[in-house]
Structure formats: structure tokens, C-alpha cells
């Protein structure tokens, strides 16, 4: 019950309270709204939640006044630099009926997960906190155990230095990705300009080792027709010598054929697999007429062979076909024979496989050496000459142009004649 002015009270001029209990045991109290009463018995404690406050924010060097942070509605979004990253919060909470033992605890989102217990204590540090966004809450309990019904609040971010920026860091990567395209590219203009020259270089060392070994295989060629040439006319001399003129005139007849035939094959790298058979030909026709038909001789190809298409050397076989008539079959006493195959090795490689059956190349060796010096000498010169042929062109053409020779033996062991495989390439640059 309240009595004011209205009631007949004088409002007191002064702020001197006089408590008055009467026999009910109510207690009145004049205030300067006039009189009030109060039944201390009937008086209870209230059980509230108590109201938490940040009170005081301070950051080295300078600090900020706050009033109620206990709404969220009122978040603070301050920021702060890099190089201000320490701070002591200061708080306090509210409980009339309950003011001693009230316990605090807190957290700051963006570095811890879980609350922390600070007792009594009502400020908090925190010290070189990085970059980032944080909130800190604090909520207090009173020694009923009752919570606050809400937190109180305070957000803020602490900026990254210009650095560590997303907009430096792009700006940093896209520098440095231009940096090294620009020292790539460099790069690569240079190696491809010191490419370009050394290939050129190459390509002029290709050219002249090209034409250097064209001209050593045109001289090589040279040199093997006045041989050719020069063992026919000791043909034509031993007719003569015999005095048998008739068949003289007809070797030279056949041999005047032949030579131009291989004088006009000379100054060309290249011949039809045609046009070399038909010139083996003639020359086995030579030779066979030049000893009497005394051996007999074939010259066969595979289905696959297209002869006036496919492209050879020119006198490639000849030397070894010579050799063969000469050293293994001449020396046998009868049933002299010699045979010629053609045939695909692979796709772009030729193989020609010329054998006899003549005496063998230890027993053929033995009689040059019986024989003296100028049969020895005739043999080797022409062999020579083709296998530094054979040579060149395969330095040349970086492809196989290659000779084998070896025995051809029995089931005993015994020698049975000899055999040459020939592999020659016969892609695109041959042809």
C-alpha cells in the first residue's frame, strides 16, 4: 500500500528515511513518492537469471567504452589490424538476490570450440590472436545454478596484413604466371632458335657427307666398269690367243651389248630390279659362253616382287656373282650350278640370296694363295669395291644395305658350295 500527496502526506524536502513497524508487524517507510508498507515475513527470494554485461573492451593502447551487449541484435563488427591482436575483456553480471558467487564462463569462437570456467574473474585475454573472424560470449551462473538467459556478445575481425590478401595473393600468382610464361616462352624461342641452327648445320653437314658419299659411290662405280671391262677383254684376248676369231667377234658382239647397257646404269644411284636382271643376264650369258658352257645358272624372283617397279644399285651383285663363277665354281670339275633368288626380307628390305656349289671359301682361298698374287688380287679388289659401296649407301640412307658370306654344308659338315645374302633397302629414298 502506497500514500501519496493526494492521501494528505507531506513530500518530504529531504532524503532522510524513518522505517515504522506497527503491531501487525508491518513495516512503513516514507519515500518521496510518499508512504509504502511491507510485511517482512511474506517476502521471498526471487529466482531470476542473473544479467551478464561486457563492460569494457581494451586492446593495447586504447579501449572502448561499451553499454549492453547482452542482445545480439546490437553485434559489434569492428575490425582491427594485423599488428592489434591482443585484448582483455571485461564483464560482469547482475543478480540482486543472488550477487555473491557468481561464476563466468566464456569463449571465443574462431579459436576455441568449448567453454572455458573463469570462476570468479571477470576479464579475459587473449594474446596475438591471427587473422580471422571472431565472437566472443560469456554467460554467467548464480549459486542457485540458474544460467543467464542470454549471452553476451561481442564480434570483431582482425584483418590480414595486404599480403596475405586474396586479391595480393591473386595478383602475386598471376605476376609470377606471367613471369614464367614470359621466361618459358624466352626459353623456348631460344632452344628452338639454337635448334633451328644447329639442324641447320646438320642438314649442311647432311648434304655434304651426302654429296661426298655420292661421289665416292660414282667413283666407286667408275672404277668397277674398267674392271668389269678390263676381265672381259682377257676373255676376248684368250679367244684370240686360241685363234678362234669367230668366237671372239661373237663375245665382243655380246660384251659391246652389255657395256652399254652398264655404261648408261653408271652415273644413275638407282636401277629397276628389272633392268638389273636383264645386265646379270648378259653377263652370265658372257660367262657361260666364255667357259664352254661348263655351268649351268638360274635367276627366279617371289610372286611379290614387282621388278620394273622395285629400285637397286646398279652392279650390286655383279662382284659376287663373279666371284662365285670364278673361285667356287670354276675349280669344281663338273656339274657346276648357280642360282639367283629374289625376295621380300620385309616391307622396304630386299634379299637376294645367290649361291653355288663350287669349292667353298677355305678351299677357294688355299688355290689364290697357290695361284700368286694377281688371282688374289683380282678377287679382292672387286669385293672391295662392292662392300665399300654397300657401306656408303647405308651411312647414306641410315638403312640396311649389307652382305653376307658363308659355307653351305652338309648333314656331315661338308663343305657344299657357298652362299651370299644380300639385304638391300628399297623404301622411298631408294626409289
Do not use: C
Amino acid at each position: 500500500m502506497n500514500f501519496e500527496e493526494q492521501d494528505g502526506f507531506i513530500k518530504p524536502g529531504y532524503s532522510y528515511i524513518r522505517l515504522y513497524q506497527a503491531k501487525d508487524k508491518r513495516i512503513w517507510a516514507p519515500t518521496v513518492f510518499g508512504i509504502t508498507s511491507y510485511l517482512p515475513d511474506k517476502l521471498g527470494v526471487t529466482e531470476t537469471a542473473p544479467l551478464i554485461y561486457i563492460n569494457g573492451i581494451q586492446e593495447i593502447g586504447k579501449s572502448w567504452p561499451q553499454t549492453d551487449y547482452s542482445d545480439s541484435s546490437t553485434l559489434s563488427t569492428k575490425q582491427f589490424s594485423y599488428e592489434h591482436n591482443s585484448f582483455t575483456f571485461s564483464f560482469t553480471a547482475l543478480d540482486y538476490a543472488n550477487q555473491e558467487d557468481i561464476q563466468y564462463h566464456y569463449r571465443l569462437e574462431g579459436l576455441d570450440s568449448n567453454w572455458r570456467n573463469s570462476g570468479d574473474q571477470r576479464s579475459v585475454s587473449f594474446q596475438n590472436l591471427s587473422p580471422g573472424n571472431y565472437l566472443f560470449r560469456v554467460k554467467a551462473m548464480n549459486s542457485k545454478g540458474i544460467w543467464s538467459k542470454n549471452d553476451a556478445i561481442y564480434g570483431f575481425r582482425i584483418t590480414p596484413p595486404f599480403w596475405k590478401t586474396w586479391w595480393f595473393i591473386s595478383l602475386l600468382m598471376v605476376t609470377v604466371s606471367a613471369l614464367l610464361f614470359y621466361i618459358i616462352n624466352r626459353r623456348i624461342r631460344f632452344i628452338k632458335t639454337k635448334e633451328a641452327k644447329t639442324r641447320e648445320k646438320e642438314l649442311e653437314v647432311m648434304r655434304l657427307n651426302k654429296e661426298f658419299a655420292t661421289s665416292q659411290l660414282t667413283a666407286l662405280r667408275m672404277q668397277m666398269n674398267p674392271h668389269f671391262i678390263f676381265n672381259a677383254l682377257n676373255s676376248v684376248q684368250h679367244f684370240i690367243l686360241q685363234g678362234n676369231v669367230v668366237e671372239a667377234n661373237k663375245y665382243l658382239a655380246k660384251f659391246s651389248k652389255l657395256q652399254r647397257e652398264i655404261l648408261h646404269s653408271s652415273d644413275q644411284q638407282f636401277i629397276t630390279i628389272e633392268k638389273e636382271i636383264e645386265i646379270l643376264t648378259w653377263y652370265l650369258e658372257l660367262e657361260q659362253y666364255r667357259f664352254g658352257e661348263s655351268f649351268t645358272w638360274q635367276i627366279n624372283k617371289s610372286a611379290d616382287i614387282e621388278p620394273e617397279e622395285l629400285k637397286i644399285p646398279p652392279m650390286v651383285l655383279q662382284p659376287f656373282v663373279e666371284n662365285a663363277i670364278w673361285h667356287g665354281l670354276m675349280p669344281r670339275q663338273t656339274n657346276r650350278a648357280l642360282t639367283i633368288y629374289y625376295d621380300l626380307y620385309t616391307e622396304d628390305i630386299l634379299q637376294v640370296i645367290l649361291r653355288d656349289n663350287g669349292i667353298g671359301r677355305a678351299a677357294a682361298e688355299k688355290l689364290k694363295q697357290n695361284e700368286g698374287v694377281h688371282r688374289k688380287n683380282h678377287e679382292s679388289r672387286g669385293m672391295s669395291m662392292v662392300l665399300q659401296r654397300l657401306r656408303l649407301l647405308q651411312e647414306q640412307y641410315g638403312k640396311p644395305f649389307e652382305a653376307s658370306i658363308s659355307d653351305i654344308t652338309d648333314l656331315h659338315g661338308e663343305v657344299q658350295g657357298t652362299q651370299v645374302i644380300l639385304r638391300i633397302f628399297i623404301g622411298d629414298k631408294a626409289s
